[in-house]
Every structure is written in structure tokens, then in C-alpha cells.
């Protein structure tokens, strides 16, 4: 079975600076999909980035970047010029690609504080 | 575009009454998804439905819990017999094509408390 997993419950970071959050995973599929969900206090759940295990360039969204190592099942997020709109709860997931279903494979979650 | 949209945002029930959670999908989605969040974890995977069809519930608990997305109406997730185990938020997702052709939109969760 699939698992995703991160390793930081918490985080902080000041304006303006770079933070990294960690994600891996364990899968035996040689083609799916990961996923950095965004969740803030209101609660709802906000697509942050995509990436195919295909494609070997990392994605990248205006200020949100992943590295992206398949090797090793890494999938980390780049936030790059923090700001305090980006506190929220982070979430990295996992999609199966070989399977017709929307079984998202969800990790415990990062909280990252942006303070000022 | 309207989001997908869920109500009630939240639901207070007492031990062994029904809860009733509604989803309408973002306009030309017509595949929808339950997830459940338990305080302090991730999502987790319920059900999957395709107009009127359930594609796959090997998320769903065996008894007390059903899912349904009528030709006409809402996505409903119905809990029977509700108990306090089931307090969490419940969060509803769509997608224009299966998930791995189309992101998943979510809506913003219904929080039910079991007293």
C-alpha cells in the first residue's frame, strides 16, 4: 500500500525568506502523481502544486516550487518570499496512476507559521 | 465559476440521530469525491462517484455511512445512527475527468459534532 509521509509537524519562518517542507513516499507504481495541498484556518483545501512522476522537470508555481527526486520518493516544497498569506497547514499527496479511482493518499501535514 | 459548494458548514447531531451532508460539484464536473479529516490529521479517502454511480468506497465504513450523486441534485453523504467517532470534518472534491487527467477542486468541509 501506498503511504505518505512528513516529518515536520511544525514549522516557522520569517517573511520574506525561503522555507523547505518535506514530503516522501512509498509506492511500488511506476506512474502517479503528487500534490501539495494548501489548508488555512478557513479550512478549505487549495491546490498548490502538481507533478507527474513522468515528467522529469520539477514544476514550479510563481513563488512555490518541488524537488522532486523519484529515486529517492522525495517530493519537498519550495516557498520562496514568504508571506504571511502563506500560513496554513500543508498537506503532500499522493494519486495512483493506473487506476481509475480519486483516492488521494494524504500525509499527516506541516503547520508553517509566516511570522513578520 | 462557482466553487464546489457544501452545506451545512457545520452540523451538531446527538448519539443515534441521522446527519446529512450535501455537495454541489463546480458547474461540468461530474466526478465526486468524500474525504474525511479527523482533528490534527490528513485527509482520508471515502468514496468516489460518477453521476449516479459509485466508482469506488473502499474508504467507506461498512455500516451506518452511504453516498449518493443523483441524475438531478447534490452529492448527498449520509450518516445513520450517527456516534461520537464520527465527529470530524468531511470535505467534498470534483473533478471534470478522472483525477489523474483533472485537479480535484475542494469545497470548504462540513465540521459535524456528535454530542
Known amino acids: 500500500a501506498q503511504t505518505v509521509t512528513q516529518s515536520q509537524p511544525e514549522m516557522s519562518v520569517q517573511e520574506a525568506e525561503t522555507v523547505t517542507l518535506s514530503c516522501t513516499y512509498d509506492?511500488?507504481?511506476?506512474?502517479?502523481?503528487l500534490f501539495w495541498y494548501k489548508q488555512p484556518p478557513s479550512r478549505q483545501m487549495i491546490l498548490v502544486i502538481r507533478?507527474?512522476?513522468?515528467?522529469?522537470q520539477n514544476a514550479t508555481e510563481n513563488r512555490f516550487s518541488v524537488n522532486f527526486q523519484k529515486a529517492a520518493k522525495s517530493f519537498s516544497l519550495k516557498i520562496s518570499d514568504s508571506q504571511l498569506g502563506d500560513t496554513a497547514m500543508y498537506f503532500c499527496?499522493?494519486?495512483?496512476?493506473?487506476?481509475?479511482?480519486?483516492?488521494?493518499?494524504f500525509g499527516q501535514g506541516t503547520t508553517l507559521q509566516v511570522k513578520p | 465559476n462557482a466553487g464546489v459548494m457544501q452545506n451545512p458548514r457545520h452540523l451538531v447531531r446527538r448519539r443515534g440521530q441521522e446527519a446529512r451532508l450535501r455537495c454541489s460539484p463546480m458547474k461540468g464536473h461530474s466526478h465526486v469525491y468524500w474525504y474525511r479529516q479527523l482533528p490534527e490529521e490528513g485527509l482520508k479517502f471515502m468514496v468516489y462517484?460518477?453521476?449516479?454511480?459509485?466508482?469506488?468506497e473502499s474508504g467507506m465504513p461498512k455500516e451506518r455511512f452511504s453516498a449518493e450523486f443523483p441524475k438531478e441534485g447534490p452529492s448527498i453523504l449520509r450518516i445513520q445512527q450517527v456516534v461520537r467517532g464520527d465527529s470530524a470534518a468531511y470535505f467534498c472534491a470534483s473533478s471534470r475527468d478522472r483525477a489523474y487527467n483533472s485537479p480535484l477542486h475542494f469545497g470548504n468541509g462540513t465540521r459535524l459534532t456528535v454530542t
Open positions: 499527496a499522493y494519486l495512483g496512476g493506473s487506476s481509475n479511482t480519486g483516492k488521494l493518499i
Open positions: 507533478q507527474e512522476a513522468y515528467k522529469q
Open positions: 462517484l460518477q453521476k449516479e454511480n459509485i466508482i469506488d
Open positions: 509506492t511500488s507504481e511506476n506512474n502517479y502523481y
